[in-house]
């Protein structure tokens, strides 16, 4: 079974600043990956597919890259909508899907 | 516009069952395969359960196979999942989710809670 690691668990920054988020296979994934951002009270919402594509209506500041085992997601700009938490989502095993603890982004 | 809604959640004691469903509209929902996902309150998301457009595959997380049964009426533009033999740690948030033209969830359903106590 492959297991997913996000890092850090918390992050905390200002409007305006850079996010890198961290996410690690524990076997490679290849490029079946994806990210999905969910708000308090809110269902997840998908961002970034296949490592690097976004998805319908992602503003251009989401990017994902990486393959095999380590993965990014960057937000160059952090806006206050922005603050939520992350999580990533492989389907290398497919139909069996497996979901990261998820990253938190807290305004500083 | 695509739209998922659940609905059926409620509280029920262990050993108990509850049947939750998802209304979807705005897209041809029989050829699109299905998910349910769930979250445990303040934890992070679980994958439960996948069908086919047809019904003709389902599968399961092992946390739930033998107690949870997922199915679908396409002419109804409706999902399903029976829970039995519910216990505590099954309370959180049910989520259905579309498996898009790009394989992964999107979108998603709002979620219905299942709360499991005595």
């Known amino acids: 079974e492959i297991v997913l690691t996000q890092s850090p668990a918390t992050l905390s920054l200002s409007p305006g600043e850079r996010a890198a988020l961290s996410c690690r296979a524990s076997h490679s994934v290849s490029t079946y990956l994806a990210w999905y951002q969910q708000k308090p009270g809110q269902a997840p919402r998908l961002l970034i597919y296949?490592?690097?594509k976004r998805a319908t209506g992602i503003p251009a500041r989401f990017s994902g890259s990486g393959s095999g085992t380590d993965f990014t997601l960057t937000i160059s700009s952090l806006e206050p909508e922005d603050f939520a938490v992350y999580y990533c989502?492989?389907?290398?095993?497919?139909?069996?899907?497996?979901f990261g603890p998820g990253t938190k982004v807290l305004i500083k | 516009e695509v739209h998922l809604v659940e609905s059926g959640g409620g509280l029920v004691k262990p050993g108990g069952s509850l049947r939750i469903s998802c209304a979807a509209s705005g897209f041809t929902f029989n050829t699109y395969s299905m998910n349910w996902v769930r979250q445990a309150p303040g934890k992070g998301l679980e994958w439960v359960s996948c069908?086919?457009?047809?019904?003709?595959?389902?599968y399961y997380a092992d946390s739930v196979k033998g107690r949870f049964t997922v199915s679908r009426d396409n002419t109804n533009n409706s999902l399903f999942l029976e829970m039995n033999s519910l216990r505590a740690e099954d309370t959180a948030v049910y989520y259905c989710a579309r498996d898009d033209d790009t394989s992964w969830f999107d979108p998603w359903g709002q979620g219905t809670l299942v709360t499991v106590s005595s």
């Open positions: 296949d490592a690097s």
């Open positions: 069908i086919s457009s047809t019904s003709s595959y389902t």
């Open positions: 989502q492989h389907r290398s095993n497919w139909p069996k899907f497996t």
